[in-house]
C-alpha cells in the first residue's frame, strides 16, 4: 500500500467551477500535509499546508483535513485555465516527506 | 531569497559515464532532500541529510549512487556508471526543522 494515493484524473472542469482534489494517506502519525502544484517541465510548487483537522483557506484555495478518516483535500474556487496542472498531496511523518503520484487538473475555458 | 538552486538543469550523457548533479539549499534551511521524478513512479525519495549528516538513504536505488553533503551550503547526488533507465528529473529540496519542503528546478538527465 503507497503511503499517499490520489486519482491520477485527469480532472476536468469548465472555467469559474470548483475543482476537487482528493487524497488518502496511510499512516495515523502522519502530522503535516501540504499541497504542490506542478506546472508541466517544471519542479512542484508549495500551495497550501495544513497541519490540523478542518479547514484553511488561502485566496481561491481551501485545504481540508479529516485525520481520523485519512484524508486531505484540495478545492480551488472559480477556477482559471492557468490552475491547470498536475496537484500532488504530500504527507510529512518520520522526518520523510511522502508525495501522492498527482492528479492532472484541466480546466476549460 | 533565492531559492534551491540546481545545477546543470539539463545533461546527456552515454551509459557509463559519471553523473554529479549540485545543490545549494535554501540559506538557514536545515534539512535536504533529493527526489527522482519519472512518468512511471512519480517522485521518489532518494537519500535526505540533516544538519548535513545523511540520515536516510533507503531510497537510494543502487550502489551506483552516492550523495555527500559537505557542508551546510552544497550538496552532491552521483551516478556512477550511470544507465538509460536512470533517465529522470533529479529534483533537490530543502526545508527548516523539516516544515514546507521547497524545490529546485531539477536536473533533467538523459542516459543515452
Known amino acids: 500500500q503507497k503511503e499517499v494515493e490520489q486519482n491520477s484524473g485527469p480532472l476536468s472542469v469548465p472555467e469559474g467551477a470548483i475543482a476537487s482534489l482528493n487524497c488518502t494517506y496511510s499512516?495515523?502519525?502522519?502530522?503535516?500535509f501540504f499541497w504542490y502544484r506542478q506546472y508541466s517541465g517544471k519542479s512542484p510548487e508549495l500551495i497550501m499546508s495544513?497541519?490540523?483537522?478542518g479547514d484553511k483557506e488561502d485566496g481561491r484555495f481551501t485545504a481540508q483535513l479529516n485525520k481520523a478518516s485519512q484524508y486531505v483535500s484540495l478545492l480551488i474556487r472559480d477556477s482559471q485555465p492557468s490552475d491547470s496542472a498536475t496537484y500532488l498531496c504530500?504527507?510529512?511523518?518520520?522526518?520523510?516527506?511522502?508525495f501522492g503520484s498527482g492528479t492532472k487538473l484541466n480546466v476549460k475555458p | 531569497d533565492a531559492g534551491v538552486i540546481q545545477s546543470p538543469r539539463h545533461e546527456v550523457t552515454e551509459m557509463g559515464q559519471e553523473v554529479t548533479l549540485r545543490c545549494k539549499p535554501i540559506?538557514?534551511?536545515?534539512?535536504l532532500f533529493w527526489y527522482r521524478q519519472t512518468m512511471m513512479r512519480g517522485l521518489e525519495l532518494l537519500i535526505y541529510?540533516?544538519?548535513?549528516?545523511?540520515?536516510?538513504d533507503s531510497g537510494m536505488p543502487e550502489d551506483r549512487f552516492s550523495a555527500k553533503m559537505p557542508n551546510a551550503s552544497f550538496s552532491t547526488l552521483k551516478i556512477q556508471p550511470s544507465e538509460p533507465r536512470d533517465s529522470a528529473v533529479y529534483f533537490c529540496?530543502?526545508?527548516?526543522?523539516?516544515?514546507?519542503?521547497?524545490f529546485g528546478e531539477g536536473s533533467r538527465l538523459t542516459v543515452l
Open positions: 499512516d495515523r502519525g502522519s502530522q503535516s
Open positions: 495544513i497541519y490540523s483537522n
Open positions: 529540496a530543502s526545508s527548516r526543522d523539516r516544515a514546507e519542503l521547497f
Open positions: 540559506s538557514g534551511h536545515n534539512s
Open positions: 541529510f540533516n544538519n548535513n549528516v545523511p540520515i536516510d
Open positions: 504530500a504527507v510529512h511523518n518520520f522526518n520523510k516527506f511522502y
